[in-house]
């Protein structure tokens, strides 16, 4: 089995795929795009990509590629401990940092970081945290730095300047798992934590109080949310639609009730899938 990822090599996309599927061949795609398009096209059976960051909220680029270009059923959900580090070349080790390049989630995951320590230095943004570690890697002549992981750091043989620069402990990000072809993950490892059903939910427009009757059929119901967000629906400014997790996997009962008394509203439902979630658990060991 195939699953593309976030690549290159050294991602945390890559650290979350691999801690799912230990025995599968993980290949790397340059973007979210093209990893879920590389499921699309056949080339792949799954594929697993960011979907929301503790500090930085969600990954719009997951979501809207998702939502508006390529609809893959959810099958799986597994949450990653964040841990940030500064890596240098190691014939640099010495130099004034000039510019910072990563993945700009990563970037400002550590904003509090580099204005109290690097205020002077440029950013650069690049497709993921590994590819700005390989960037550094191959550029020694330049005085750089990438804000990446440890596995980067292995990866590319690069050196910690400051390691656990993230703003906030306990920073996570959410992955989840699409594919057409697999069913539901059904994992003894890592640790499984929760069971969800994600749904898009679209109002009637010009309907007042319509966000809270859709509150209300979950609610009485005793169905638990655990997000609700709004996205923009790209049709015109002030139109949105509605992601709502709940806690559990899609029963014969009260989740169609729910979509039923939805639909009945006039809201348009659309279940993007129901899962189990799991989640690896922090390295205790520390980088070189
Ligand atoms: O650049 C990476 O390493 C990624 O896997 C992407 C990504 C993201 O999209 O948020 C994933 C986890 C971290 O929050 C930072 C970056």
Avoid at 168 to 188: A, C, G, I
Wanted: charged fraction near 20%; include cysteine; proline fraction near 6%.
């Amino acid at each position: 089995m195939k699953i593309s990822y976030l690549g290159p090599k050294g991602t945390f996309t890559e650290m979350a795929a691999r801690g799912l599927f230990k025995e599968q061949e993980l290949v790397p795609y340059q973007t979210i795009p093209f990893c879920m398009d590389a499921v699309a096209a056949g080339e792949v059976d799954a594929t697993i990509v960011p979907i929301e960051n503790a500090i930085e909220g969600s990954v719009n680029m997951t979501l809207d590629y998702l939502i508006h270009k390529q609809r893959l059923p959810i099958i799986g959900g597994v949450t990653v401990p964040i841990a940030q580090h500064l890596l240098v070349h190691p014939e640099n080790r010495q130099q004034p940092i000039e510019k910072i390049v990563s993945h700009p989630h990563a970037i400002a995951q550590c904003h509090d970081f580099l204005q109290a320590k690097l205020s002077g230095a440029e950013w650069e943004y690049m497709n993921s945290t590994g590819a700005a570690a390989e960037f550094v890697a191959s550029h020694p002549e330049q005085k750089i730095a990438a804000i990446a992981n440890e596995l980067a750091a292995e990866e590319y043989q690069l050196v910690p300047l400051h390691e656990n620069i993230h703003d906030y402990s306990h920073n996570r990000t959410s992955f989840v798992v699409l594919s057409r072809t697999l069913d539901m993950l059904h994992l003894q490892e890592p640790e499984h934590i929760a069971d969800k059903t994600s749904l898009m939910v679209t109002l009637p427009s010009d309907f007042s109080g319509a966000l809270h009757q859709v509150l209300s059929a979950f609610a009485w119901r005793k169905l638990n949310l655990t997000k609700i967000e709004s996205r923009p629906t790209k049709t015109g400014l002030g139109n949105y639609f509605f992601l709502i997790d709940v806690d559990g996997l899609a029963d014969d009962v009260l989740i169609p009730g729910a979509v039923s008394e939805l639909e009945a509203l006039g809201c348009g439902v659309d279940i993007l899938g129901s899962y189990p979630c799991y989640q690896l658990v922090p390295q205790a060991e520390k980088i070189r």
